[in-house]
């Protein structure tokens, strides 16, 4: 069965999370992707632990589905032959500082001239515009500018880093998405276009009850720790051997939870008789619940809760998370077969189309594994 985006060619020049995860969507949905790495030592996440065969394992799970080439680009006939490459790409993706590539000879305006169908998407930490666009940009330095530190973590602790690379992954994703949207548009224009993607916008993207509260009020939001800004009680619970998580901001979830965990009154408790009573006194409403829900087991709630409809699930570390039947029956881990390594394990590309589903092809690349292939593709166009 093909996938939604066979016969697409995407030019990879990006490194360690945010592009690679972009091009690795892509080439989940079909698309040929030719990454291009520097000879000595190639994408910065061959070298992050932990390791697998002496090749870091998170650099195997973002750049499957894709063939690597080897290039200097400060060789000139390296850059030569990358230029090839994009004159017949579909689609370039590149996360250097900007600037970088137009000074090598690369950028989108001398591609675009060679190419006028290239989609050239760049993605940076800040921007190719502004006063901090020639900032280098990681994920934590976004997080950090982008208000998601500064809201995550206890009301009076230090700014938490979320322990995901938010930013980068968001980042990636949008630029996905970014891509379709310049191939659908180049089917009615005949043109491409470029792609200005940042991790700080992904990140203050993801901010949507914050921006509510600073576009309408105007006021600086409150760090919150564990609670919702606009419901209660919706949050985590310790329970006698676990936790939980319990959402019952509804009148009739409210009402429920109530009965399950044996305090009835608080039904007719006038500081909680609403959502929004509710939440400007989760102070007093938090407390009460936690004394009860620590008296029993996470499953004897979860079955309670469960049969009164309440939302409520148990917390997952990744590998219970994993193992889990739903993920199970959702085929979230899934074996592939690999000439030279035999049988491996991936995630499941989380993409899902009915008709052309992603799908896992080919491993991660050894570096440069492809020159050859490739340089003679070029050679015989």
Request: overall charge neutral; proline content about 7%; charged content about 20%.
């Amino acid at each position: 069965m093909s996938g939604a985006l066979d016969g697409l060619l995407v030019l990879d020049l990006t490194n360690f999370l945010s592009g690679p995860y972009c091009t690795m969507l892509l080439g989940d949905m079909g698309a040929d992707v030719i990454k291009v790495e520097r000879p000595d030592g190639g994408d910065d996440a061959r070298r992050m632990p932990p390791f697998v065969e002496g090749r870091g394992a998170p650099f195997s799970v973002w750049n499957r589905n894709k063939r690597s080439i080897t290039a200097d680009l400060k060789n000139p006939d390296d850059v030569a032959m990358v230029r090839q490459l994009a004159a017949r790409a579909d689609v370039l993706v590149e996360n250097f500082r900007p600037g970088t590539l137009a000074k090598l000879g690369l950028g989108y305006d001398v591609l675009r001239a060679e190419n006028p169908r290239l989609i050239y998407c760049s993605i940076s930490g800040f921007g190719q515009t502004g006063p901090w666009a020639g900032h280098g940009g990681l994920d934590m330095m976004a997080q950090g500018m982008s208000g998601l530190m500064a809201g995550n973590g206890p009301p009076d602790g230090e700014p938490y880093r979320l322990p995901i690379a938010i930013t980068d992954v968001t980042a990636g994703m949008y630029s996905a998405i970014a891509v379709l949207g310049a191939l659908q548009a180049r089917h009615r224009t005949g043109e491409g276009q470029h792609i200005d993607q940042s991790l700080l916008e992904a990140g203050i993207s993801l901010g949507v009850y914050e921006a509510a509260h600073v576009l309408t009020h105007g006021t600086k939001p409150a760090r919150m720790g564990q609670l919702h800004r606009g419901s209660a009680p919706y949050r985590v619970f310790k329970t006698r051997d676990g936790w939980l998580t319990l959402g019952a901001s509804k009148e009739k979830f409210f009402q429920a939870l109530c009965g399950i965990i044996g305090r009835p009154e608080l039904r007719d408790d006038p500081r909680f008789a609403s959502n929004a009573q509710r939440v400007a006194n989760n102070a007093v409403l938090i407390p009460l619940i936690q004394a009860e829900l620590v008296k029993g087991d996470t499953q004897h709630w979860l079955d309670a809760m469960g049969k009164a409809g309440i939302p409520s699930e148990p917390v997952l570390s990744y590998d219970e998370a994993l193992g889990h039947p739903q993920a199970q029956a959702r085929q979230m881990v899934l074996e592939f077969e690999d000439p030279e390594r035999g049988t491996l394990k991936a995630l499941r590309p989380p993409v899902r189309l009915a008709g052309t589903p992603a799908t896992v092809r080919r491993r991660a690349p050894d570096l440069g594994e492809h020159n050859a292939e490739i340089r003679a593709w070029l050679a015989d166009k």
